[in-house]
């Protein structure tokens, strides 16, 4: 695999470190079943590209594109919560609206941005090409992100959160808003998904309205494949594996595409995200089995 094709996997595998982040805690802190993933992406993506097609500043565009997403997720939460729809379903229904959403904002399907500015060309130098840039500046970015998710988890409002995942009726009897506070984390966890739509638009020269497809499959593979490499119950740990999961799947998937000696072509990344998934879930057990036989 070229050098190009491994800047590469890393730049898209940092973009999905985001989505992992976000799938983490709507999956596996508030125990939310939640597939607005799909629409939020392509919404960020969405919002970002035509606010920085009509001329708006790309960290302005990426910043509305992060406010559309946070609604998203609290738009779900709110459906379960208020209206008291099941959570899977209350997810499906704005997933669905979304796409009608997305193609509203765009006006079409899709809006390149080739030739307009991005985050990445305003904040690249002179001298460095852009396929090195663009991964050290998202690097940068989930950096910032994680830090900023395990501070604000470890605060009391955090734990509270976690807490209406793990045991909701315990944290009420504690005197937890749990409903404020999972409408807040799914806007959350939605807000990092559509900063991956944003920048994964930027990065890659547009935003289309069926980059969304896939994405809460993509999400759950690098969780579960980061909780498989680096199983921990610490916190910063937890992150840092569902980042390393996102890297490792896109790298894997980059390894599978472009060796010959396989002959999978790029219609074939379906079968490949189902084999990894599967081997990823799969591994634990197996381990845990040894584990048991050698004792």
């Not at 209350?90 to 030739?115: C, E, F, K, Q, W």
């Not at 559509?194 to 020269?205: C, D, E, I, K, R």
């Not at 490792?248 to 079968?271: K, M």
Request: with cysteine.
């Amino acid at each position: 695999m070229s050098l190009f094709s491994l800047m590469g996997a890393l730049e898209i595998g940092l973009v999905f470190g985001l989505v992992a982040l976000g799938v983490m805690i709507s999956f596996r802190l508030l125990r939310f079943p939640d597939l607005t993933v799909d629409g939020s992406f392509p919404l960020g993506a969405a919002v970002a590209a035509t606010l920085v097609s009509a001329g708006c500043n790309p960290f302005l565009a990426t910043a509305a594109a992060i406010v559309a997403g946070a609604l998203a997720g609290l738009l779900t939460a709110w459906l379960h919560v208020r209206l008291r729809i099941m959570d899977l379903l209350a997810s499906i229904l704005v997933m669905i609206g979304l796409y009608s959403v997305n193609l509203r904002i765009m006006g079409r399907p899709n809006v390149p941005l080739i030739t307009e500015p991005t985050v990445f060309t305003l904040l690249q130098p002179a001298n460095v090409s852009d396929y090195l840039m663009r991964p050290l500046l998202l690097l940068i970015v989930v950096a910032v992100c994680k830090g900023l998710l395990d501070w604000f988890l470890g605060t009391r409002t955090g734990l509270a959160l976690r807490a209406s995942g793990a045991n909701p009726r315990m944290a009420r009897a504690q005197g937890v808003n749990t409903g404020r506070l999972v409408m807040g984390g799914m806007a959350l966890s939605n807000a990092l998904v559509a900063l991956a739509g944003a920048l994964f638009a930027q990065a890659q020269g547009g935003a289309d309205i069926s980059m969304g497809l896939g994405t809460i499959v993509i999400g759950l593979a690098a969780v579960i494949v980061g909780e498989s490499i680096l199983p921990s119950r610490r916190l910063a740990l937890a992150t840092l594996a569902v980042i390393l999961g996102a890297v490792i799947y896109r790298f894997f998937i980059a390894l599978a595409l472009n060796s010959d000696f396989i002959g999978l072509q790029a219609q074939d990344l379906n079968l490949v995200t189902a084999v990894l998934v599967t081997v990823a879930l799969v591994l634990p057990r197996l381990r845990r089995r040894r584990g048991g036989k050698g004792g």
